[in-house]
């Protein structure tokens, strides 16, 4: 039986490791169903390593640690036998900045620290240590304190965390530094060799990544010098030079300085963790791939190195990426015999980032079809005990649908679930076509979908738009109409939204409430890989004499937790985004979400009127008198005491949008006073 391993990396913003390895192996199979698939997720050593070690068997162990501006978030290590994987982005990173906002003088990487503490107490004689994607400049100081450093300052109290605040440190106590220190093996991810300070350090490279102006950069390079004299000092050796010290904002500095650790290339850490090399012995054909296949690609990231081991091993490799900007002569001189990209069998480019699954499935399907002159030659089999790891069974992060518009062709049928009655509308996600886009003033590259505005016999309280902003695009006069307020919902790519001079940076999952009369401008980075969407939700503010017009906020959908629907046993879940008790809200925008086989258990029938934007799944859907077939991309307008009910389908999860109108007196007629 030929056998072929499965190895990418996550394609970022779009799908984890797990869920692309799993949509290639399914269309693979599909067309060559005698295949032994072998699915062994990969990273680099930053986000996606612990799901990497998880996938390749470890434990994981979950834990509340200090994020990077010490406000606690759940995380998670892995374990196996006396051997941890600890992931930095999951705790001090970038995605754990409350809001998304950038803080490059205080962010700290103490909770990082809090999980090798938790580690060491755990019995863990070696650890591994992920450290890509930091949202902190401090040296690793913050780290450090967990692990039982004491940072002094004049007046021998520890100093506060963050980058900016070590100016103030003037000596290191390391009485007190954890015992388990002076046994453990400590091995740093790291696939840069930045040094800590200079015009190649930490701050001077990294820091306007995590929002330093420029006097800020300045600021913490000087504090960053200060701190390594410090060390220095206080160990009798400077490791401020050693290639990889500005790795992760000067984290690998303080591994380096004062935990003795060893950095090695992360992806071959990784592959260590999962088996890799093992699992490509013998096999008739390796694919690897990313979400952008280009020149960084080759320094060091997960697909390259996948590549190497499957030519020492005399093994043909793939690559399938999202996009992919080398050439031929580049991508075959890197071990590639050929490249597959979900932007080249997409409608749009759009589509590849937010319906990435049918994408990489017809791509395992043509590899599949094309296998048999690949598993034709004769190479020695790996025996096939003990030679796969495990797949994950389910995706850690939510997926959203967007339309990616383009046209069907001359030929398709024009049959469609559209519908418009009195009582409710059905948009389905094949009637979202570039023909049907808008534009709006003072907005630059950027065109929108327009679910529901006001108009007699259609939506009465609110306006909803699918709004794709591309790279260099965005606004700084977005809403004209002061009276109104806004929720902006993330479902694809990164924006900065900035909310009366206070900058947020939203990813897929981001949730913006913008009150009426607030200041605000959106825009999307030039060098972005692909536009940003969100659904904007537009409703005019019903003000109320004595009450407060509701502040502004930003989160994540990650971050609110959901409330199951009593006597549901968790398959109706809601997650509400503001205080249902909090009636200075005239509307709510939630995510509801069914489990296959959960139901709306009887019509409901009330004066809200909704909107439900279906994000996820598909179900059967009561609306009025019909019973309508709905999926993942389609809007449904519901009229005031519009009965409805659901019943979800399967095989995953049914997840909506829902828009309604709530906590004001109905408006009363004045026509026969």
Not at 529 to 543: C, E, L, N, S, T
Not at 639 to 652: L, S, T, V
Request: with cysteine; charged share 20%.
């Amino acid at each position: 039986m030929p056998r072929v391993v499965i190895a990418p990396d996550k394609f970022k913003g779009s799908l984890d490791a797990a869920g692309v390895a799993r949509a290639i192996a399914a269309g693979l199979s599909a067309t060559a169903p005698d295949v032994h698939v072998v699915v062994v997720p990969v990273a680099d050593g930053g986000d996606g390593t612990v799901d990497a070690a998880v996938a390749a068997g470890f434990d994981r162990i979950e834990l509340d640690a200090s994020g990077p501006t010490g406000r606690s978030v759940r995380t998670s290590w892995a374990r196996s036998g006396h051997e941890a994987v600890v992931e930095l982005a999951d705790v001090s990173g970038l995605a754990r900045l409350p809001d998304g906002r950038l803080r490059p003088l205080t962010a700290s990487s103490r909770g990082t620290g809090e999980v090798i503490a938790a580690a060491l107490d755990a019995g863990c004689t070696r650890i591994v240590v992920g450290i890509g994607g930091s949202a902190c400049t401090d040296g690793g100081a913050g780290l450090a304190a967990a692990l039982g450093v004491r940072i002094l300052d004049a007046e021998q109290a520890q100093t506060p965390d963050g980058g900016a605040a070590l100016t103030a440190a003037r000596s290191l106590d390391l009485d007190t530094v954890h015992p388990g220190l002076a046994t453990a093996e400590i091995v740093v991810a790291c696939d840069v060799d930045n040094p800590l300070t200079g015009p190649d350090g930490a701050a001077a490279v990294y820091g306007p990544q995590k929002g330093a102006s420029p006097s800020e950069v300045a600021q913490l390079d000087g504090a960053l010098r200060h701190w390594a004299d410090l060390v220095a000092t206080a160990t009798g050796s400077d490791h401020r030079d050693v290639p990889g010290a500005g790795a992760a904002g000067g984290v690998g500095f303080g591994l380096m300085a004062l935990a003795g650790a060893e950095a090695r290339p992360g992806a071959e850490l990784v592959f260590q963790l999962t088996g890799l090399r093992e699992a490509v012995v013998g096999a008739d054909l390796v694919i690897t791939g990313e979400g952008s296949l280009d020149e960084q690609s080759l320094r060091g990231k997960a697909p390259a190195a996948v590549a190497a081991v499957a030519r020492a091993a005399g093994v043909d490799v793939v690559a399938v990426a999202g996009r992919c900007t080398l050439t031929e002569d580049v991508w075959r001189a890197a071990g590639f015999a050929a490249v597959h990209t979900t932007t080249d069998a997409a409608s749009t480019p759009a589509e590849s980032m937010t319906a990435p699954v049918p994408l990489l499935e017809a791509i395992g399907r043509r590899l599949g079809t094309a296998l048999q002159p690949v598993t034709a030659r004769s190479r020695p089999r790996r025996p096939a005990a003990g030679t796969s790891a495990p797949e994950r069974t389910h995706m850690t992060t939510p997926h959203y649908y967007v339309p990616t518009g383009g046209h069907p062709a001359q030929t398709e049928l024009t049959t469609d679930r559209a519908m418009f009655t009195e009582a409710y509308a059905v948009l389905p996600r094949g009637t979202m076509r570039d023909i049907v886009t808008s534009l709006l003033p003072f907005w630059e590259n950027t065109r929108l979908w327009v679910l529901a505005r006001p108009l007699s016999g259609f939506s009465e309280t609110f306006s909803q738009y699918i709004v794709e902003v591309s790279p260099g695009g965005g606004s700084d006069r977005p809403e004209l109409d002061a009276g109104a307020e806004g929720v902006l919902f993330v479902v694809a790519g990164t924006m900065t939204l900035t909310l009366d001079g206070q900058a947020h940076v939203m990813t897929p999952g981001g949730y913006a409430f913008v009150p009426p009369g607030t200041t605000w401008t959106l825009h999307v980075d030039a060098a972005a890989d692909g536009p940003a969407r969100f659904h904007w939700i537009r409703k005019a503010y019903q003000v109320v004499d004595g009450l407060e017009t509701p502040e502004s906020f930003v989160t994540n959908e990650t971050d609110v937790e959901g409330g199951a629907m009593p006597g549901t046993q968790g398959r109706w879940i809601t997650q509400r985004f503001t205080d249902p008790a909090d009636v200075r809200h005239d509307m709510h925008v939630n995510i509801v979400s069914f489990e296959p086989g959960g139901v709306i258990p009887f019509p409901e029938t009330h004066v809200m009127e909704h909107g439900l934007y279906v994000l996820e799944g598909k179900a059967v859907y009561l609306l009025n008198k019909d019973w309508i077939e709905v999926q993942e991309g389609d809007f449904m307008w519901l009229r005031a005491f519009c009965p409805q009910a659901c019943y979800a389908g399967g095989p995953g999860r049914f997840r909506y949008l829902l828009y309604k109108d709530v906590n004001r007196h109905a408006s009363l007629s004045r026509q026969f006073v």
